[in-house]
C-alpha cells in the first residue's frame, strides 16, 4: 500500500504555497518549514480549540514527538501500519566503524546499514503517549479521564499534497472510561467540531470513514470500522470537491486500547477509548485555501473567530 499520487491541484497549491513564502522546502516531499503567518494561524486555530475544548477539565499532557519502543510495540501499531512509522537509529559503533562510515558517506554510497535501532521511535499519533502513562496510574477515577494533547507526529507518506505531510501537528482530545462516557465524549465532539470549523467560513461535511490499515488483513479491518461507524471524519475541500481532505478525525477503539495496556474504569471494567484529533497544518491549509493566501485579506468575522 502505497501513498497516493498527487494530483495537479495538490502540486500546484503547494508551489503557490511556498511561492508566497507560507511553507519553505526542505528537499523532501512532506517536511517543509513553517513561516510566521503560517505558525501564527496554527497557533490561534490551537487556542479557538481550547477556547471550545478547555472548559471540560481536561488534563493538558505534552508530549516530545516520539514515544518509548517498548510502548510502540504493545500499541500493536505495527499490525495495522508498518508502512507508515518511523523509527530512530543511531550510530552505536567503535571508531573503526566511524571511518566506515564516513566513507560511505564519502562515496555516496548507504552508510544506513550501520545504524542501530534506539529505543525511540516517532509518535504515529497524538494519543499515543497517554495510553501507557495512564496505565500506568491504575484503575480510573469515577468519571474517567478527559486528556489534552497536542504533538508532531510522523508518518512515511512522503507526498506532494501539502495536506499529507511526513511530519505534522495533531491536537486531540481523548476520552476514557465506560463505553457510554466515551461515546457522549464523541457525539459531543461531533457537533462541536462542525460549530468550530463551521464558525471559520469553511464548507464541510462529516463522513464515515477508515484508516489505511495495511495489507489484505487489513482491508476487512477497514470494512469493519466503517460497517460498525467507529471513525468519522469533518472534511473540508482543499484541493478537490470531489475529494475533501480529513481536517478533524473522530475515532472510537472501542476496548481496543484498554485490553492492550490495560485501561481499567473505577469499577474495574475494560475501558473505551475514543479521541477527537485535529490537523492543525491541514486546517490551517483549508483556511489559507479559502479565504486567500493574504491573512489581512481574510473575511473579518473569519479574522475575529481567530484573533488574528
Ligand atoms: P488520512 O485518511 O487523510 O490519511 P487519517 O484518517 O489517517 O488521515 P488520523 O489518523 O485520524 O487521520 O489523524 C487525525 C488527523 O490528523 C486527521 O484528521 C488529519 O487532519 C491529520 N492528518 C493525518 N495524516 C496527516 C498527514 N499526513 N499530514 C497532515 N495531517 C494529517
Ligand atoms: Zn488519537
Not at 500499541?75 to 537509529?89: D, N, R, V, W
Not at 460549530?195 to 487489513?218: C, E, H, K, Y
Request: hydrophobic residues 40%; neutral net charge; glycine residues 8%.
Amino acid at each position: 500500500m502505497s501513498t497516493p499520487q498527487a494530483t495537479d491541484a495538490q502540486k500546484q497549491y503547494l508551489q503557490a504555497l511556498l511561492d508566497k513564502g507560507l511553507l519553505f522546502e526542505t528537499g523532501v516531499d512532506g517536511l517543509y518549514g513553517r513561516s510566521e503567518v503560517f505558525e501564527r494561524v496554527v497557533q490561534k486555530f490551537d487556542a479557538l480549540v481550547s477556547k471550545y475544548g478547555g472548559k471540560d477539565g481536561a488534563e493538558v499532557l505534552r508530549f516530545p514527538p516520539a514515544i518509548a519502543r517498548k510502548s510502540f510495540e504493545q500499541s500493536e501499531y505495527l499490525k495495522s501500519f508498518p508502512q507508515l512509522a518511523g523509527t530512530i537509529h543511531s550510530f552505536m559503533g567503535n571508531e573503526k566503524d566511524h571511518q566506515a562510515l564516513l566513507a560511505h558517506v564519502e562515496k555516496g554510497e548507504d552508510w544506513m546499514g550501520g545504524q542501530k535501532p534506539t529505543d525511540v521511535v516517532m509518535t504515529p499519533a497524538a494519543c499515543y503517549p497517554t495510553y501507557p502513562l495512564m496505565a500506568k496510574r491504575g484503575p480510573f477515577p469515577k468519571d474517567g479521564r478527559l486528556l489534552d494533547v497536542q504533538s508532531y507526529c510522523f508518518r512515511h507518506e512522503p507526498s506532494l499534497d501539502p495536506a499529507r505531510m511526513q511530519l505534522f501537528r495533531m491536537r486531540e482530545y481523548i476520552r476514557m472510561g465506560s463505553p457510554e462516557q466515551v461515546m457522549a465524549f464523541r457525539e459531543q465532539w461531533l457537533e462541536r467540531g462542525k460549530q468550530l470549523m463551521g464558525s471559520l467560513g469553511v464548507p464541510l461535511n462529516i463522513d464515515v470513514a477508515n484508516d489505511p490499515f495495511f495489507g489484505r488483513a487489513g482491508k476487512m479491518l477497514a470494512v469493519n470500522q466503517r460497517d460498525q461507524g467507529l471513525k468519522f471524519e469533518l472534511l473540508i475541500p482543499i484541493t478537490s470537491v470531489e475529494k475533501p481532505t480529513a481536517c478533524l478525525s473522530f475515532n472510537y477503539h472501542q476496548d481496543h486500547f484498554g485490553l492492550l495496556w490495560p485501561l481499567r474504569t473505577h469499577d474495574g471494567k475494560v475501558a473505551h477509548t475514543a479521541c477527537v484529533g485535529f490537523g492543525l497544518e491541514r486546517v490551517a491549509l483549508a483556511l489559507f485555501k479559502h479565504h486567500g493566501l493574504d491573512v489581512s485579506a481574510w473575511p473579518a468575522p473569519v479574522k475575529k473567530e481567530l484573533e488574528l
